[in-house]
């Protein structure tokens, strides 16, 4: 894939959101593609990056678009073992380790989930997308826990459609620091990505962001920290680890949201996800999967008694 660049001259009478503008110039490309050629600097607008994908286009106003053609990767199955929870013809539920990374990314081109599966399911490839075969859903490359992945189109459009919907119930397992207000409560927080980290998330604005929604509630209480089963009603990046540490209960271990000295020895932070509910493909009634809490956290329990 060759480079792609376009130049326009914005000559409206009226002025317009520059990625709205841009839809219409590159079909091809979806609004958040946009948006993020606008966020990763192949966009400018009289020769300056845009503030934000929303800046408004005056009469005469001169835009550059350079796409640039992605870094060329190849997907090689590798053999890693990876623990089965379930399989039939349609999906695969796997219980992915922590740090382990669901599929490729930049810096993460070898030894992810997608990695390990097309080893074990070579017919795989192709489903769903050529990088992201199967895929559905996803977690931190630091929280561990039950993934599904679809072996077959139909089982990804149907089970992806059901995320869609919000019809999947997900329940995670987290120790944080400190104690909410209350044994059990509701976050509702926007979420965006920080203006200043562009690896972390933050709560938004009012007005700004993408809607989240997190229940939670209080499952035994200790001197310094609480274990807390979590539901997210919603499935945005980060949510749980932004959402505990916005009401001042950190996921413990979370360097990135919480303290930079953990308060319990761990390399990863302390969140699983234990329990998902799903209908599977051709069924009328949800099937319910179980993934056990990984041994390193049961120790950090044991030792908080």
Known sequence: ???????????????????????????????????????????????????????????????????????????????????????????LAINKPAGMVVHPSAGHSKGTLVHAALAYTPFL??????????IVHRLDKNTSGIILIAKNEASHKWLQQQFKDRLVVKKYLALVDGRPTTPTGRIIAPLMRDRNNRKRMAIAPEGEGRYAETEYRTLRDYKSHTYLEVHPLTGRTHQIRVHMASIGCPIAADTLYGYRNPSVNLDRHFLHAYQLSICLLGEKEPHHFLAELPVELTNVLEKLF
């Open 1 to 91: 894939m060759n480079t792609l660049i376009r130049n326009y001259i914005f000559d409206e009478d009226q002025p317009q959101r520059l990625d709205l503008y841009l839809s219409h110039k590159l079909p091809e490309y979806s609004r958040s593609q946009i948006q993020r050629l606008i966020k990763t600097g192949q966009v400018l607008v009289d020769d300056l990056m845009p503030k934000k994908s929303g800046q408004m286009l005056e009469n005469g106003d001169r835009i550059l678009v350079e796409v640039l053609p992605p870094a060329p990767l190849d997907l090689i199955p590798e053999p890693i073992d990876i623990p089965i929870l379930f399989e039939d013809e349609n999906v």
């Open 125 to 134: 490839a192709g489903i769903g997308g050529k990088m992201r075969p199967g």
